[in-house]
């Protein structure tokens, strides 16, 4: 089912070259932590760039619920008026996150160290992942969770009235993990430390110095070990959002597939915590060059250049390099299928525990389309069959993921037959202008027949 009711099937077919400009939407994880932070400052954040994807409207619903003032003032400018740290009050009614993991684990940190209950849910898919990761971590800070079996939504949590700071190493990459626990430590007193064994998308860390905390990261052999100094008073920002990378792929990856494409994606960040997909690109041989790098707003900045590279080879991607690309793997996957010879993806597995089990949807659309993977428990392998060499074909679930969704639909801009997704609705969580930016390129999507 869509976000908005109704299945909304989209089919991709293979047409002329795309070319052009493709200007994607803002950043999610930023955009997520500037309504959470601004929430938790005094006084008016203003922020332009705002993704006002599905995830993002549902967290800044969540922080007017929790007392915040949120306010759209169009084309992605919003100001935020914050009630300042451990300001937030008891919310009216149950917090729905939608879609929205990052959501979800993020306001759970935030509240997790304010003296009342509040109460989340989601979708079907939100409600099928797993909360004891964040749960856990944050009951060392005095917050208790009640929830579904296996600490699925929905969930309570009771917060700690007396919270006392928290030491705590991350069993798994997680900066939804790691923002959790950070976001708690802001209102208990004294030294909160997390320490992650692989770094993970930092921007947490960096906004949180950005509004005035005292956060350090310190590289040591026990990994990183990032120590927030609790109950700072925040100081409202202004925020210019970079453009997301992982919006940034599928244009980018379209434009290696498709015969005789080129596409240039301005401004994208490309903070290395998140930049892992492009460097495999290039090691596979493709023509993606990065033009006017640059900085923006403490992120490092470029825009994206990629033609049509016939020549590309399968790799096999370090699994350290994981963390930094985790949300591309499904796009990968898909550039994969068409170079030449094997693609391997050890150390995914955080994949089976996103929106879906992202390496068992891909590798069941791509079989259908004709193309060879092999899984298991925390790997994957993409034989490829070579530009022009994927028969297509065939229909393929989304499975509530927006990424699965829009990975299935550019794959078919390349194979011999058509592809369809049977629900293109989750698109809109992260990259509502997708269908009208990829047809603007020249892309062929349209609805199929009834
Ligand atoms: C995110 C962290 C990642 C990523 C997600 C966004 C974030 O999740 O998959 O899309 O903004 O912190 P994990 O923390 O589960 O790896």
Redesign the pocket.
Known sequence: MSAHGAPAPLTARRGGPLSGIAEVPGD??IS?RALLLGAMAVGETRITGLLEGQDVLDTGRAMVALGAEVTGHGAGRWSVHGVGTGGFREPGGVIDCGNS??GVRLLMGAVATHGFATTFTGDASLCSRPMGRVTEPLALFGARAVGRSGGRLPLTLVGAADPVPARYATPM?????K?AVLLAGLNAPGETVVIEREA??DHTERMLAGFGAAVATEATAEGRVITLQGQPELRPQEIAVPRDPSSAAFPVCAALVVEGSDVLVPNIGLNPTRAGLFETLREMGADLTYESPREEGGEPVADLRARFSPEMRGVRVPPERAASM??EYPILSVVAAFAEGVTDMPGTA?LRV?ECDRIDAMAQALGAAGVDVAEGPDWWRVTGRGPGGVRGGATAAARLDHRIAMSVLVLGLATREPMTVDDAGPISTSFPIFEPLMTGLGAQLERPAP
Do not use: F, L, Y
């Open positions: 999610k994880s997520h993991g990052t990459p997680s900066a939804q993990v923002s993970t998308r985790i949300d955080e996103k």
